[in-house]
């Protein structure tokens, strides 16, 4: 997210003369309780408009809609939330993200029997299942040979990562691969490096941050894919000045940013 934040710093340096500026609120972990407190917080700040990264649960989507009908455009970023009027959602498709991830371990796999475990953010994120469902499906119908043995949460935690990869390698002591969804990349890398698994234990993730960047180079990630998630920061705030400005619709319900694909050679 500090990409994403950047993205976000630059639009409002960018539209700062005609009086635009944002408050930014964060959180860790996956609580409905404390995003729907922040919401309330930036309203009785006054904000005119919301860009949001949503937990995917039916009271963050009735308070959102209760939002916009009060006048205040809603954007989802980085994440989207179902059943919600918000003004568009800009992020990555994660159902072809996971798709790509899943394109990838068959490549590595080359028809051989392979085991993978999945590691799921949290099942509340709307992208992180649809990553699984993507991954699930391009399995199912291309690499029949690939066999899912478990999902597992990490919210996006590192401890509860490096603690449940260590649990994982000692139950499965075939596994070939593990797939991440979301975030507690550092954990799950050094408790294979711990463990003595790194390299072995192929390893697929998404992002390129500071934390896991290392791992990459090192050869403990066998590739991840990334999102833009500056553009993920920028992009809302510039749609949301022109919506506001003369009431113009963003082009799209959706709007994807680009999927890359990042191995250590690229780097």
């Known amino acids: 997210f500090l990409d994403v934040i950047a993205g976000l710093r630059a639009a409002e340096e960018e539209y700062k003369d005609y009086g635009v500026s944002a408050v930014l609120k964060t959180m860790r972990g996956f609580s409905v309780e404390v995003q729907l407190r922040l919401i309330d917080e930036l309203v009785a700040e006054g904000i005119q408009a919301l860009v949001i990264a949503a937990i995917n649960e039916k009271a963050i989507a009735h308070k959102l809609n209760e939002l916009v009908k009060?006048?205040?455009?809603?954007?989802?970023?980085?994440?989207?939330?179902?059943?919600?009027?918000?003004?568009?959602?800009?992020?990555?498709?994660y159902q072809k993200s996971g798709e790509t991830a899943a394109g990838l371990l068959g490549l590595v796999a080359s028809g051989r029997p392979f085991q993978v475990v999945l590691y799921t953010g949290s099942i509340h994120i709307l992208g992180h299942n649809q990553r699984v469902m993507g991954?699930?499906?391009?399995?199912?119908?291309?690499?029949?040979?690939?066999?899912?043995?478990?999902?597992?949460?990490?919210?996006?935690?590192?401890?509860?990562?490096?603690?449940?990869?260590?649990?994982?390698?000692?139950?499965?002591?075939?596994?070939?691969?593990?797939?991440?969804?979301?975030?507690?990349?550092?954990?799950?890398?050094?408790?294979?490096?711990?463990?003595?698994n790194a390299g072995r234990i192929k390893l697929f993730t998404h992002d390129c941050t500071i934390e896991s960047k290392p791992y990459l180079e090192s050869g403990v990630i066998s590739a991840t894919i990334c999102q833009d998630p500056y553009h993920q920061g920028y992009l809302p705030i510039k749609i949301l000045f022109d919506y506001l400005l003369d009431k113009k619709l963003p082009e799209s319900e959706l709007i994807h940013t680009k999927t890359d694909i990042t191995i250590r050679e690229i780097l």
């Open 135 to 196: 991954f699930n499906t391009i399995l199912r119908n291309y690499h029949p040979s690939i066999k899912i043995l478990d999902v597992f949460e990490t919210m996006d935690d590192t401890e509860t990562a490096y603690n449940l990869t260590k649990r994982i390698v000692e139950k499965y002591k075939d596994l070939d691969a593990i797939y991440m969804t979301a975030g507690g990349i550092g954990g799950t890398c050094k408790a294979l490096v711990d463990t003595g």
């Open 70 to 93: 009060a006048g205040i455009p809603v954007i989802t970023s980085n994440t989207d939330i179902e059943k919600t009027k918000r003004l568009c959602y800009v992020g990555q498709d």
